[in-house]
């Protein structure tokens, strides 16, 4: 069911959008305001001069929702542009949906996306909270109340929006090509954004810093989002499903839902965790052992991490076991076809299915 519905996920293509004016470059003219009742389509209206990673990408994600999809783009200071436009993004000292001003500079902004997230918002912040959900329910085919788009939503927040602005927080949204070296590794894309303004020693002016490449830096920005939802789409949601289907299967074969069976192998360590926090599972019930088929005809048994990220075990497989192999293993289980133990209790195997859950069942009671 899954893989049919994703396959309908869109990549996000970018289409530079049309310019406001009708030079190739935005110069002067892009400061003279031009009265709502002439314009033909929405606008969306941002800063001129030196352009950043958030309000290109807040561009990007509001040219994924219905509205603006064919929105011009005008970049300017001037408040009598502005108030030509339909949306504006980082510029204005103003955030208000109500009006669609989003932008996060003013004295006193504390806007937080919530949901156990309290970085300050940018300007991408601030579309994607009030945008992302139809932005994803359009490149999934799935209705906006659908909750599936709402797991999505807080997913792609937590790992590419949440970093835009975790980056300009931390400055990093600001920062010029002249101070590159200042940017850290993980900071990259913010660097290749940057990058596409003036060096240095190159003039730098209103009239030089043209729309057109602030739209390279949301190809950027917006090819790495389009990625990431593809990927959650296609195969993370996917996993997290079979992951909690697994759990209410798995209650048959052990009531105290401590041994979890895949019967095949999907990434769960996240979802698992997720899922946990998200029922509010006892400390009594949650997962000790998780047994899946690995590439080849045997099974694995695997020990939970006390984290998703965490080497070290709720509880490791027995110590008499570790570093054991074959007959020996089989011999000190009292289980046939065993193949190892890791030295660290962290996993081990066995040539069967109803041996692996043997050697899981067995480790419970040690």
């Known amino acids: 069911m899954w893989p049919a519905l994703f396959s309908r996920v869109r990549s996000f293509p970018f289409r530079p959008p049309r310019l406001s004016i009708g030079s190739r470059k935005m110069a ?16 969306i209206g941002t800063h001129n001069g030196t352009f950043h990673c958030d309000e290109a990408l807040a561009v990007f994600l509001l040219r994924h929702t219905a509205v603006y999809r064919d929105a011009e783009v005008k970049r300017s200071r001037d408040p009598a542009v502005l108030e030509t436009c339909d949306i504006v993004v980082d510029v204005g000292a103003v955030y208000d949906e109500s009006k669609n001003l989003f932008d996060h500079h003013q004295r006193g902004f504390s806007e937080v996306f919530g949901h156990g997230f309290e970085t300050k918002l940018s300007s ?22 659908d909750n599936k788009v709402t ?9 590419p929006i949440h970093r835009s602005d975790r980056r300009c927080g931390q400055r990093y949204c600001t920062v010029s ?19 596409l303004n003036p060096v240095w020693n190159q003039p730098s002016s209103p009239s030089i810093l043209d729309v057109s490449p602030i739209f390279e830096s949301v190809g950027v920005d917006g090819t790495r989002v389009s990625r990431k939802l593809n990927f959650y789409a296609n195969a993370w ?25 895949f019967e ?4 769960w360590k996240e979802h698992l965790f997720d899922f946990e926090a998200e029922s509010q599972t006892p400390e009594s019930e949650k997962a000790i052992y998780i047994v899946y088929p690995d590439d080849g005809e045997s099974w694995r048994v695997q ?4 984290a998703s990220e965490s080497f070290e075990s709720r509880k490791a497989l027995p110590d008499p076991w570790r ?10 289980t009292g289980i046939d076809g065993c193949i190892f133990v890791h030295a660290s209790g962290f996993i081990g195997g066995n040539k069967t299915k109803e041996g692996a859950l043997k050697l899981a069942k067995a480790a419970l009671m040690m």
């Open 124 to 145: 991408a912040g601030l579309v994607y909270k009030h945008f992302g959900q139809e932005i994803i329910a359009n490149q999934t085919g799935l209705a906006v109340d």
């Open 237 to 261: 949601l996917p996993a997290r499903d079979l992951l909690i289907a697994a759990i209410a299967a798995s209650k048959v074969t052990e009531p105290s839902g401590k041994i979890i069976v």
């Open 177 to 195: 090509f002249r101070s590159q070296a200042q940017i850290p590794e993980q900071h990259r894309l913010s660097s290749r954004v940057a990058s």
């Open 323 to 332: 570093g054991l192999r074959d007959e020996k293993l089989s011999a000190a």
């Open 28 to 43: 002067s003219s892009v400061d003279v305001p031009q009265a709502k009742k002439q314009k033909t389509s929405k606008v």
């Open 264 to 267: 095949q192998f999907l990434p």
């Open 151 to 159: 797991t999505l939503w807080l997913k792609m927040y937590r790992v």
């Open 303 to 306: 020990a939970v991490p006390i």
